[in-house]
């Protein structure tokens, strides 16, 4: 344990096999639960739903579950390894965003709505195009969501199961996808959301070990880890304590920091797979209760984090976290190979990609109820039809999910999985929360404002990130390689100098939904304003949840 | 049936309109817009400092302890506190009004 790591390659630490064991354990402990789970699923309210008979406590872990991906996991603990204190600035945005959805747009929602983020937008205004604009704009946020997170599995499994060929990477790729595809079909709703819950237990003792081990080192003395990590890391020195080390270098990432900042804290509470799960408890009480639970979990998640990733630049060191497969994303797997050998490693390894499971198949059963229930229940039959008939399209739309996930996944194998993250965030707070916000609170709100702030939002961020430099035309000044989606460096189509897009598409957005709003001389649905606002407050004409 | 419809509307109409539902509304509202915009400045307080103010906060205030990590542990712990506040706030002040309302409206269509 003491022995130096010496540049460790993917098959050099850790042993796969006992990672590939502790990994299929958890798959076929949550295939057995997923079974079980779908011995109720019955009507469109269990499949979609999990019958609104989650409590609070289990909904609040497993939107935990829901949001802490691989991103978050990996991504930060080494974000903070190897950049220090701004790693942690992600966290705290991630975090302090649940509040927006906790005081503005959870109970509301959940007293409103039926299945969908679309329920709510086209309540009172015009049903169709609403619906199907909203309907788009969750489809557009699960697929980069999802593509980001196939795409991380393909990354994963080079560090952790030693797999570093394209073609061996490619089927662990696909391994995920149809594992997920399984659990959303046979488990629905209910079966998802207890995969997610098993993995949000997993993921936060694995976690929280692994922070009492690290701490333990330091005789508990926070300071004292501190100042090991600024020794482990020359080149970087007490700037890893303070903010500015990645964002502080021009006024142009300084910028840029503002734009991520803000799409992150507004992101949230418009992402359609966190919308979604508030409509899998009884009533807004429970929804209130399901958000606590989930800002207390992934707060203490994220201060794990927080000691994992300086942890890591103390234990581990950046040079080795630099020199291992996956970059920054191997620092606490690294860390867990330095704490407890093999087996933590396995562990954390099995837990990363339970997380990459429960993640995806939370995105799955998201778009493919938007599809069966907006688009082709309601849109396509006008709500002529039988919530069987609902639940099969959205069967089905689930394997074309998955088969599209995995074929985009295996080609986006290798690229910057950050952003499509990030542009999944961006595309949430500028297409999604302008709309929610304004349909809840602004009685003037119309048709015309919602499409011009959905079309606007979705629209504007997709082609700032197009002509960002995330996509062409950034070189790293040292070594002169590329550090865009496209890496030959003699295209440079770039004309938009930030990489995240918010401080443009979220602004945006909102004055194109005020806009839309005072030009069109559509009325008022008074009536169904009034049904609107009074259920959304009382929970009266809500959802119920099924009894069985 | 559409009848049934129409007067069901009418009730939600006249709930709206009635001065306990206002009461509810103005509650609720009065205490969750204040609340976001406070925890929204002092976040972007927050952001901006880190952006803007290095010197400010590399300071250490003991040990290798830094001005930056108190105000971001700050915002871990103002998030946790607005959960508690909210919570137990909502379940006395508006969960209580909010039922009576709801059980008038499912109770007793007009």
């Known amino acids: 344990m003491t022995a130096p790591l010496m ?5 050099d630490i850790g042993n796969p096999t006992v990672n590939i064991a502790i990994f299929a354990l958890f798959v076929l402990a949550t295939l057995a639960i997923v079974f079980r789970a779908s011995r109720n699923n019955k009507t469109a309210a269990d499949f979609y739903a999990g019958g609104r008979s989650f409590t609070g406590p289990q909904n609040g872990i497993a939107i935990a579950g829901d ?42 929602l959940r007293n409103t709505g039926r299945f969908t983020m679309a329920d709510v937008l086209s309540f009172r205004l015009k049903q169709r195009p609403v619906r199907m604009a909203a309907a788009i704009s969750t489809l557009g946020v699960c697929f980069f969501y999802l593509l980001a997170q196939m795409a991380g599995a393909g990354g994963l499994v080079a560090l952790l199961l030693g797999v570093s060929n394209r073609a061996g990477q490619s089927i662990v790729i696909a391994v995920v996808g149809i ?31 692994m922070t009492i081990w690290v701490l333990a080192k330091y005789t508990f003395n926070l300071s004292g880890l501190l100042g090991a990590a600024v020794d482990k890391s020359p080149a970087a020195g007490e700037k890893l304590l303070s903010p500015g ?23 949230t509470a418009g992402l359609p797979h966190v919308l979604m799960r508030f409509y899998t408890v009884p009533d807004s009480k429970e929804a209130r209760r399901s958000v606590s639970w989930a800002i207390w979990i992934i707060g203490i998640f994220y201060l794990f984090t927080l000691v994992l990733g300086y942890g890591a630049a103390a234990i581990v060191g950046p040079d080795a976290i630099r020199a291992a497969p996956g970059k920054a994303n191997s620092a606490a797997p690294l860390l867990a190979f330095e704490l407890g050998g093999e087996v ?19 995105l799955t059963i998201t778009a493919s109820t938007s599809f069966a229930h907006d688009i082709y229940g309601q849109i396509i039959k006008k709500g002529q039809i039988s919530g069987d008939g609902e639940v099969r399209v959205a069967r089905y739309t689930a394997v074309v999910i998955g088969i599209v996930a995995i074929i985009g996944g295996i080609f986006a194998n290798g690229q910057n999985i950050a952003f499509l993250v990030a542009l999944a965030f961006a595309v949430a707070a500028s297409a999604n929360l302008p709309t929610i916000l304004y349909s809840l609170f602004w009685r003037r709100f119309n048709t015309r404002g919602a499409l011009w702030s959905i079309y606007g939002g ?11 430099p995330v996509v062409s035309g950034k070189v790293d000044k040292k070594t002169g390689a590329s550090l865009s989606m496209i890496t030959d460096t ?23 939904g005020w806009l839309g709003t005072v030009t069109s001389k559509e009325q008022v649905d008074v009536d169904r304003f009034a049904e609107m606002e009074v259920r959304s407050l009382t929970g009266a004409g809500a959802e119920k949840a099924v009894s069985h | 049936m559409s009848d049934m419809r129409d007067s069901d509307l009418t009730s939600y109409r006249d709930v709206q309109l009635s001065p306990d539902f206002s009461e509810l509304r103005r509650r609720f509202r009065r205490f969750v817009f204040p609340m976001t915009a406070l925890f929204l400045v002092w976040y972007f307080v927050y952001v901006l400092l880190a952006d803007y103010a290095h010197g400010f906060m590399s300071q250490k205030v003991g040990g290798n302890i830094t001005v930056a990590l108190l105000f971001g542990l700050g915002q871990f712990v103002s998030t946790f506190a607005i959960t508690m506040i909210y919570v137990r706030w909502a379940d006395r002040r508006i969960d209580p009004d909010a039922e009576k309302l709801r059980h008038q409206i499912e109770g007793e269509p007009q």
């Open chain 1, 245 to 267: 080390l990645q964002y502080g270098v021009t006024g142009v990432t300084k910028l840029d920091f503002i734009s991520l900042a803000l799409a992150l804290v507004l992101g």
């Open chain 1, 179 to 209: 594992l997920m595809i399984t659990y959303v079909l046979v488990g629905g709703m209910k079966g998802t959301t207890w995969v997610q819950i098993v993995k949000a237990v997993l993921l936060v003792i694995g976690a929280g070990i």
């Open chain 1, 67 to 108: 949001y802490l991906s691989a991103a978050s996991f990996l991504g930060i603990a080494g974000a903070i390894a190897l950049n220090g204190y701004d790693g942690f600035l992600y966290s705290i945005g991630f975090l302090v965003a649940w509040l927006v959805a906790l005081l503005l747009v959870a109970e509301l």
């Open chain 1, 458 to 468: 979705l629209a504007s961020t997709i082609i700032l990130i197009i002509f960002s």
């Open chain 1, 344 to 362: 933590l490693l396995g562990v954390i390894s099995a837990v990363a990609f339970a997380t990459i499971l429960a993640v995806v198949a939370g």
């Open chain 1, 490 to 512: 003699g295209i440079d189509f770039h004309w938009f100098p930030l990489d995240n897009p918010g401080i443009v598409s979220i602004p945006l957005a909102f004055v194109l």
């Open chain 1, 7 to 11: 540049l460790p390659m993917a098959t």
